[in-house]
């Protein structure tokens, strides 16, 4: 469908896709006014606007749940991530960037800024113009030449053509210019994906040579994950391929009693949770890492929807654990992770959460965490119980 992101699998510490004709971003993409040149941005912080990021067509980021992209429609979008040091790229690659060897420029600024290695990093080189459709004069071919790429890999000469477009001429293969600019920075072939998708020839994406200039474009977006861990847990985003872990653990009447909802009843049930209500920046399946299986949940939300007195834009948090794995610590060292990276990723002041006055376990979860009760109990009904729970708050210091 025209509407489906193209998405990418790069490793549980990463999201990065490609969007469709008709699709619909699924959240803010931090993108430049790309001019076919080879600056390098490097992201900071988030909101940057692409006045901001005028001339820049490689972008590079550290940040997590910052998502950062390039806009194509014919040209090469390659998108790195160093999995070890968890380090993201963009990177705008048309036929001139290529000649220029951007992408490898872009490896080498990840090394200088970060201290990344190429054989760290996998490599997406998405939707573009194939090789069929990339007919071009001699000019660009002597451009390439020049530039030291392998003729005999990336350019054929076609004869007079049989009159259907593009056919004839010569042809340059980008697909494979970058692949090869990407090995020879040290980029493993093993790690290197090639969509394979030719965007003059597949209307569900758009392509300038078919379309003209002002045709609207691709975006190729890359964003790290929010991964937390310790020695026995981490802390990453839901993926579908939870479901059944989920399902084994929150279709235990007594778990959900504790935290406020139903037992789920299917996995189905279960993998339409991941993809609503678990589908966001700030709620993380808790995966023991010796099994990596998730067996639990950990986030923060809105405080709008409950009926515990908070303040204004305060968030709620809420957290979970499988019953095998209750009175271990887990709960508490998960929480600890997340506060840690609330403080050193928000400006949120203070926090607010409760427990049903017959579970005091989860109440000493929160007071090993800082929690401090505030001395009222209330009711809520969207909790599924008339049980009282006992309100607690966390104010947030910084150093």
Not at 14 to 40: K, M, T
Request: proline share 6%.
């Amino acid at each position: 469908m025209d509407t489906e992101l193209l998405k990418y699998n790069l490793g549980p510490g990463v999201e990065a896709f490609s969007s469709r004709r008709e699709s619909v971003l699924p959240y803010p993409v931090i993108q430049g006014h790309q001019v076919h040149d080879c600056r390098i941005a490097f992201i900071d912080r988030r909101g940057l606007t692409r006045e901001d990021l005028e001339g820049y067509d490689a972008f590079i980021t550290a940040l997590p749940g910052v998502a950062i992209g390039v806009r194509t429609a014919d040209c090469v979008p390659i998108l790195l991530y160093d999995h070890v040091g968890r380090v993201v790229a963009a990177v705008h690659a048309g036929w001139k960037g290529t000649v220029l060897h951007i992408v490898c420029r872009a490896i080498e600024a990840m090394a200088a800024q970060f201290g990344c290695r190429a054989v760290d990093m996998r490599a997406v080189i998405g939707p573009a113009i194939g090789p069929d459709s990339f007919q071009v004069g001699e000019e660009v071919v002597e451009r390439f030449r020049a530039a030291g790429f392998p003729m005999d890999s990336v350019w054929s000469f076609r004869g007079q053509g049989d009159g259907t477009p593009m056919s004839g001429g010569h042809h340059i293969d980008l697909w494979k210019a970058n692949r090869w600019l990407l090995e020879t920075s040290g980029v493993l072939p093993s790690n290197i994906q090639v969509a394979g998708i030719d965007t003059f020839t597949d209307t569900s994406f758009f392509s300038a040579r078919r379309e003209g200039p002002k045709c609207g474009r691709i975006i190729n977006s890359i964003k790290l994950n929010c991964i937390m861990e310790t020695d026995r847990i981490l802390l990453r985003p839901w993926l579908e391929s939870d479901a059944p872990a989920l399902f084994k653990y929150a279709s235990d009447p007594e778990v959900g009693l504790r935290a406020g909802w139903p037992p789920h009843k299917s996995v189905e049930e279960s993998l339409e949770i991941i993809r609503t209500l678990f589908n966001n920046d700030s709620t993380w399946a808790i995966v023991l890492k010796e099994t990596g299986e998730a067996i639990g949940a950990m986030g923060y939300g809105p405080s709008c929807e409950c009926n515990l007195p908070a303040r204004e834009g305060e968030p709620l948090i809420g957290y979970w654990v499988g019953r095998p794995y209750w009175n271990r610590g887990i709960c508490t060292e998960a929480l600890r992770l997340m506060l840690d990276f609330i403080r050193g990723n928000t400006d949120i002041a203070s926090l607010i959460s409760g427990h049903f006055i017959d579970n005091p376990a989860s109440g000493r979860v929160m007071g090993k965490c800082g929690f401090i009760p505030t001395g009222e109990t209330v009711i809520d009904p969207s909790q599924g119980s008339e049980t009282p729970i006992r309100v607690l708050r966390l104010e947030l210091t910084r150093e």
